[in-house]
């Protein structure tokens, strides 16, 4: 029969560790100092608090919610395909959390990093040229409207990176660098709990992504979930993360859509193919062939 101690403190009742015998489980501040005197594991003691509590674990820092999303990427990307992966991708003015890619392996295994990054001015200038078509730098000037001297200059970058060639050193076309290395590009931006905040950022990222995600704390993302609505509206995913299980559960998922900026798709593309060539990425599904 259970009684009470010299403090009047009320037991419930838990198991020991080989779930036989009962033990007397005091709710006092010390119950977990004295479960680990007794020899038992951090992660027991933490067991039975959390079955005292009865409190549903939170992530307490971001980069932890992106840690287990990473450890599903299957979720976000067909796994008989490989696909490539990085964290923090910068695209235009932000980083993107995650970042997943279905390669054109022989072509992104073609690409040799020359130093230059190329910017959106860059890429302006790409697009104003043609496959089979040669253009003067007079023609791409006239075409852009920029200054002749940015142009040339340019121009001379392209060239070193070979995204554009010039045959007879008087025109230019696009070269083979210039043609996409990634088939398609997935997007994950998380947060703890501000969904206003991470459905703003998802939308953004539909500029450069065939599908976007948001992703949320589990335990705080019923506001989010009583708003599918807004996702669905804007064509995003919504996942939620179970910081006690480790696990990612998919709420909504995003339709399929071109990006709608090519300049900011050539961005993430370039980013993640630069990432790739310095090591930077990581790889799984399919054969690891890059």
Same mark, same amino acid.
């Given at each position: 029969m259970e009684s009470l101690d010299a403090n009047h403190q009320r037991p419930t009742r838990s198991f020991d560790m080989d779930g036989s015998q009962p033990l007397a489980l005091y709710q006092s501040p010390h119950s977990l100092l004295r479960l680990l005197e007794q020899g038992m594991s951090a992660a027991f003691a933490r067991s039975i608090h959390?079955?005292?509590?009865?409190?549903?674990q939170r992530f307490r820092y971001e980069a932890d919610l992106v840690t287990v999303l990473t450890h599903s990427l299957a979720l976000f990307a067909e796994t008989q395909r490989e696909v490539v992966w990085?964290?923090? &991708?910068?695209?235009?003015? +932000?980083?993107?959390?995650?970042? /997943? +890619?279905?390669?054109? &392996?022989?072509? /992104?295994k073609r690409r040799v990093d020359s130093g230059t990054r190329l910017t959106g001015a860059h890429l302006v200038v790409m697009l104003a040229l043609d496959f089979h078509t040669p253009r003067t730098w007079l023609q791409v000037?006239?075409?852009i409207g920029t200054s002749e001297r940015? &142009?040339?200059? !340019?121009? +001379?970058?392209? /060239?070193?990176?070979?995204?554009?060639?010039?045959?007879?050193?008087?025109?230019? /076309? %696009?070269?083979?660098?210039? %043609?996409?290395? @990634?088939?398609?590009?997935?997007?994950?931006?998380?947060? !703890?709990?501000?969904?206003? &905040?991470?459905? %703003?950022?998802?939308?953004?990222?539909?500029? @450069?992504?065939n599908y976007s995600y948001a992703a949320l704390d589990e335990t705080r993302s019923a506001p989010a979930r009583s708003s599918m609505a807004e996702f669905a509206s804007a064509g995003l995913g919504l996942a939620t993360v179970a910081a006690d299980t480790q696990s990612v559960n998919m709420a909504w998922q995003p339709t399929s859509s071109e990006p709608s900026s090519r300049i900011m798709h050539w961005l993430a593309?370039?980013?993640?193919?630069?990432?790739?060539?310095?090591?930077e990425s990581q790889r799984f599904g399919g054969p690891c062939a890059i």
């Amino acid at each position: 029969m259970e009684s009470l101690d010299a403090n009047h403190q009320r037991p419930t009742r838990s198991f020991d560790m080989d779930g036989s015998q009962p033990l007397a489980l005091y709710q006092s501040p010390h119950s977990l100092l004295r479960l680990l005197e007794q020899g038992m594991s951090a992660a027991f003691a933490r067991s039975i608090h959390g079955a005292v509590s009865n409190t549903p674990q939170r992530f307490r820092y971001e980069a932890d919610l992106v840690t287990v999303l990473t450890h599903s990427l299957a979720l976000f990307a067909e796994t008989q395909r490989e696909v490539v992966w990085a964290l923090e &991708v910068r695209v235009g003015g +932000a980083s993107v959390d995650l970042m /997943l +890619a279905v390669p054109d &392996v022989p072509r /992104l295994k073609r690409r040799v990093d020359s130093g230059t990054r190329l910017t959106g001015a860059h890429l302006v200038v790409m697009l104003a040229l043609d496959f089979h078509t040669p253009r003067t730098w007079l023609q791409v000037y006239r075409r852009i409207g920029t200054s002749e001297r940015q &142009v040339k200059s !340019l121009l +001379a970058d392209l /060239l070193d990176t070979h995204h554009i060639v010039s045959p007879d050193h008087t025109g230019f /076309l %696009r070269g083979s660098r210039s %043609r996409p290395y @990634f088939t398609k590009i997935i997007s994950v931006e998380a947060k !703890l709990s501000k969904w206003p &905040v991470v459905l %703003r950022q998802a939308a953004r990222n539909k500029l @450069f992504s065939n599908y976007s995600y948001a992703a949320l704390d589990e335990t705080r993302s019923a506001p989010a979930r009583s708003s599918m609505a807004e996702f669905a509206s804007a064509g995003l995913g919504l996942a939620t993360v179970a910081a006690d299980t480790q696990s990612v559960n998919m709420a909504w998922q995003p339709t399929s859509s071109e990006p709608s900026s090519r300049i900011m798709h050539w961005l993430a593309m370039e980013e993640l193919a630069r990432r790739t060539a310095l090591g930077e990425s990581q790889r799984f599904g399919g054969p690891c062939a890059i």
